[in-house]
């Protein structure tokens, strides 16, 4: 047992709670509503859906979920919607694809320079993702980084930034309808995922094994909450591992009949209409 | 354009892939077994028995990623050999087999023997589980092969690829 504890981060009911990171959240749907709507061609409404589902698992990970009193196995819940789970649900909304279908022409050609620009290359690519999505984690993990955040709200909210950023970036490197200019072939997005997977398992156990001592730097500390984070993290892990090894291998089964296997002329059209790309 | 008549589809069936679908959803099924029944139901493995070795943890984490992208992957492309008509039934059996055995084999000898990530159970003796396992591994391994050389046999058209 913790009890109070003087370095409660800001946000918790002690100083009211702090809602404003939820006004972001409202941002990102409203925005995204009033887009859809003024698609010219009808936004397929799947995708809307599961935009408004990423921005319901942000809203939950930013609201209720912020306002518990401070406890890992609250923070590991909040790492695991924002980073894991929230954002493949934005990815599969395709926000970029209707970017380019209501925006006027110096906008689209914007974001095509941007899309094709070394550096968006760069960090696009499975590998890079994976090592900033997860080794990200394993940096607050393993340095005095939790520590510093749970003092500091400003550097605790970049966090939660950084934790959607590279999860989003992550799952759009391996599964994104978005366009991908150099999207690298389904063996490296495979193995990526079972690195990225694999690391976050085994940083799973060693917390885990080691929550007398990680993450170092904490002035009170209750291993015991620290190994049932440990546990939810693992297990919060398979399941975002499981969707989005769904969500990549299903953009695999989807792909234009072209692409398939030679001696797919025999193949039947697919009856799924979620083949089609909008 | 190839004829969808159900006789053409044994001479279009594609053997190799058929038989490797089966194999990585046989192993995944068994390894969800492994996971679902004895760490889960029984509790007799244990999440992590703090005698494993760092190296094994490593190679843990790896088999147990590795275990429901093979399960994720192996479904579509089942799915994809179906609607290919290239799929072969009795060789997705035999590959099923053959990957469920093989991966308790893994699993008793290399996780459990040689890595010792953990064991089958604590506080028993563990020869007869141990035996158990590798039997029921090994049969099912056998009777893989046994499916997979009957289905090849029957359709020696099917054995050119």
């Given amino acids: 047992m913790t009890g109070p504890s003087p370095l409660a981060h800001a946000g918790h009911p002690a100083d009211g709670p702090s809602w404003f990171p939820l006004l972001p959240v409202v941002l990102l749907a409203g925005g995204y509503l009033l887009a859809a709507a003024r698609d010219p061609r009808g936004w397929d409404h799947r995708r809307t859906a599961a935009w408004l589902v990423g921005c319901a698992l942000l809203a939950v990970a930013v609201g209720p979920l912020a306002q518990l009193p401070d406890d890992p196995r609250g923070h590991m819940a909040q790492h695991l919607l924002l980073g894991m789970v929230a954002p493949l649900g934005l990815v599969l909304g395709a926000p970029v694809t209707l970017l380019l279908r209501v925006s006027p022409p110096p906008v689209r050609r914007a974001v095509g320079r941007l899309l094709r620009a070394r550096g968006a290359h760069l960090i696009a690519h499975p590998v890079p993702a994976a090592l900033l999505s997860t080794g990200g984690l394993a940096l607050v993990l393993l340095t005095p980084l939790y520590a510093a955040a749970e003092r500091q709200p400003v550097l605790h909210h970049a966090l939660h930034l950084h934790y959607v950023a590279a999860g989003y970036l992550f799952a759009w490197s391996l599964a994104g309808p978005d366009p991908a200019p150099r999207r690298p072939g389904l063996a490296v997005r495979v193995g990526a995922l079972l690195g990225a997977a694999a690391g976050h398992a085994v940083l799973a156990k060693y917390l885990y094994a080691h929550a007398g001592s990680l993450p170092p730097g904490l002035t009170d500390r209750d291993p015991e909450a620290f190994r049932a984070a440990a546990q939810l993290m693992y297990y919060g892990g398979d399941l975002a591992e499981l969707l989005l090894a769904t969500a990549l291998f299903a953009a695999w089964y989807n792909r234009p009949a072209h692409r398939r296997t030679p001696g797919a002329g025999a193949t039947p059209a697919p009856a799924d209409p979620a083949s089609r790309r909008s | 354009m190839v004829t969808d008549f159900p006789l053409s589809n044994a001479r279009t069936a594609d053997t190799r892939s058929s038989t490797l679908a089966g194999v990585l959803i046989g192993i995944a099924v068994m390894a969800a077994v492994d996971e679902?029944?004895?760490?889960?139901?029984?509790?007799?493995?244990?999440?992590?028995?703090?005698?494993?070795?760092?190296?094994?943890?490593?190679?843990?984490?790896?088999?147990?990623?590795?275990?429901?992208?093979?399960?994720?992957?192996?479904?579509?492309?089942?799915?994809?050999?179906?609607?290919?008509?290239?799929?072969?039934?009795?060789?997705?059996?035999?590959?099923?087999?053959?990957?469920?055995?093989?991966?308790?084999?893994?699993?008793?000898?290399?996780?459990?023997?040689?890595?010792?990530?953990?064991?089958?159970?604590?506080?028993?003796?563990?020869?007869?589980?141990?035996?158990?396992?590798?039997?029921?591994?090994?049969?099912l391994l056998l009777a893989g092969a046994a499916v997979v050389w009957w289905a090849r046999s029957r359709d020696p058209r099917d054995g050119s690829r």
Avoid: C, M
């Fill in chain 2, 36 to 139: 679902i029944v004895f760490h889960q139901l029984l509790a007799w493995h244990h999440f992590y028995d703090r005698s494993t070795p760092s190296v094994a943890l490593l190679s843990d984490g790896l088999l147990h990623a590795a275990e429901l992208i093979i399960l994720v992957g192996g479904f579509f492309w089942f799915a994809d050999l179906r609607r290919r008509r290239a799929l072969s039934t009795r060789l997705a059996w035999g590959g099923f087999l053959l990957g469920a055995g093989g991966f308790q084999l893994f699993d008793g000898l290399v996780d459990h023997k040689v890595l010792r990530v953990h064991q089958i159970r604590y506080g028993v003796h563990l020869v007869p589980y141990d035996v158990v396992w590798n039997v029921a591994g090994a049969v």
